[in-house]
């Protein structure tokens, strides 16, 4: 009788973890009064049967409880019980998997690192789940490098190759290497990819091709796995992406209309805010309605005061503004239409990624008003966008050349010098 208490008790606490944790599964904040069920069940194993089997299984839940409840400290704690007193638990590499997932939650990444690398040298069951963790984290700091020899290195520890070239394709997407990206991510079986990894796959694969201009095939991809998810913020952020494929293959009224149907609805809106800001962009970009696109960037400053996209809204509105202004243009004295013709070639250039209409404006300073003070500034911005955005290193060293011979007094002429020494060791280096 006393063996079957104390695995009811048991039993009970697994059913209220589980029970708590179920809604995190659609995108929901885990179930706390369950949680705290789950922690009290468990902890009578404790309390009442120490000596009994299920004794470290309960500390693991009342572990990962704690976790899922925001309680950081009493979760560690619980989990170096495990580890301490059982070493030799069944449960131990998921412990330190959870611990180490605490301290990610808590951005402690290089506590956290410790631990994954732990279990990815034991190579345990947790191998792969580790090693996606720790490329999460170095994704999160930047260190692509690391996050590709870590990959390389654990490669034969991964069973499932899907996986591998996923992560893979991922890391090469963050590094800008699409080439590189899509090589890896087209190998990929979705249905060999585990449910927590399929939707960042669809989203990487989906914007590979829309960079390739395979406008099609991404809105297959796109169309075929809307259906899959439940969770609106991802349903959102799909329609979004689709948004964006309709938008350049020139279907502006489909891409609208999407936008149209999901933003009637008054209140609860996951990615609201980006929602509005994409239909400011299409009204902006494709249509030039920039009242109409202010309309947008201003409901996501009026009524969206914690969006994390509120300060690049307002610099659309500056932005905006500023266009008109400076469009209307009634100055006659020459070094303030120069001034107002080099802002205007900026916001077209910083804020709206206008490159043509730039590099317009900037050509004009440069041949119209050749002896102001923005003369030399447009030539720099000029070389600056033939060098990042056209890739063409001859064009952007000739405007380097002409400041260096005609604006000897300019306040970039040094800046100048340095950056046609810098194509020129480039150029050293490319030839050896």
């Known amino acids: 009788m006393s063996g079957c208490a104390y695995f009811n008790i048991f039993y009970n606490a697994e059913k209220y973890y589980y029970l708590g944790i179920a809604p995190l599964e659609r995108g929901n904040k885990p179930n706390l009064q369950y949680l705290d ?28 409880s704690y976790m899922y409840k925001g309680e950081y400290t009493k979760a560690i704690r619980k989990f170096n019980e495990l580890n301490d007193y059982y070493p030799n638990s069944q449960y131990i590499d998921e412990s330190i998997y959870f611990t180490a997932l605490t301290y990610v939650i808590q951005e402690e990444y290089e506590v956290s690192k410790i631990y994954f690398k732990r279990l990815m040298d034991r190579k345990s069951d947790w191998t792969e789940k580790s090693l996606m963790k720790m490329v999460d984290i170095l994704l999160i700091q930047k260190n692509y490098e690391r996050a590709i020899e870590i990959v390389t290195t654990y490669a034969e520890y991964m069973k499932n190759k899907a996986k591998l070239h996923f992560i893979r394709g991922l890391i090469k997407y963050e590094m800008h290497n699409y ?39 991404a809105e297959k991809i796109v169309s075929r796995n809307l259906k899959y998810f439940n969770d609106l913020q991802k349903k959102h952020s799909l329609e979004l992406i689709r948004v964006k ?40 970009k494709y249509m030039e309605d920039y009242d109409k696109a202010k ?16 300060p690049e809204a307002e610099i659309k509105i500056m932005s905006i503004e500023l266009l008109n202004e400076l469009a209307a243009d009634t100055i006659k004295d020459s070094e303030k239409i120069a001034k107002n013709r080099f802002l205007y070639a900026e916001v077209n250039y910083i804020s709206l990624r206008k490159i043509d209409e730039a590099i317009k404006y900037y050509t004009i300073i440069k041949d119209s008003y050749p002896d102001s003070y923005y003369a030399p500034k447009a030539l720099y911005a000029l070389s600056y966008i033939y060098m990042k955005d056209l890739f063409d290193t001859a064009q952007s060293k000739l405007y380097l050349e002409t400041i260096v011979n005609d604006y000897s007094q300019s306040d970039i002429f040094l800046d100048a010098e340095k950056q046609i020494e810098r194509i020129k060791d480039e150029n050293k280096t490319e030839k050896q």
């Open 37 to 64: 069920k789950a922690i009290e069940k468990a902890s009578k194993i404790l309390e009442f049967h120490p000596e009994s089997k299920y004794v470290d299984n309960a500390l693991l839940i009342i572990g990962k």
């Open 179 to 217: 080439e590189g990206a899509f090589d890896d991510i087209k190998k990929v079986r979705q249905s060999k990819l585990k449910e927590e990894n399929k939707f960042r796959y669809i989203t990487i694969y989906a914007n590979l091709l829309i960079k390739k201009e395979e406008y099609d095939e």
């Open 245 to 284: 494929i309709l938008s350049k293959s020139g279907r502006i009224k489909d891409a609208l209309n999407i936008l149209d149907n999901i933003l009637i609805q008054e209140r609860n809106i996951p990615l609201k805010d980006s929602l509005l800001f994409e239909r400011g962009i299409i009204y902006e």
């Open 295 to 310: 309309e947008n960037y201003k409901k996501i400053v009026d009524d969206l005061k914690n969006s994390l996209i509120r």
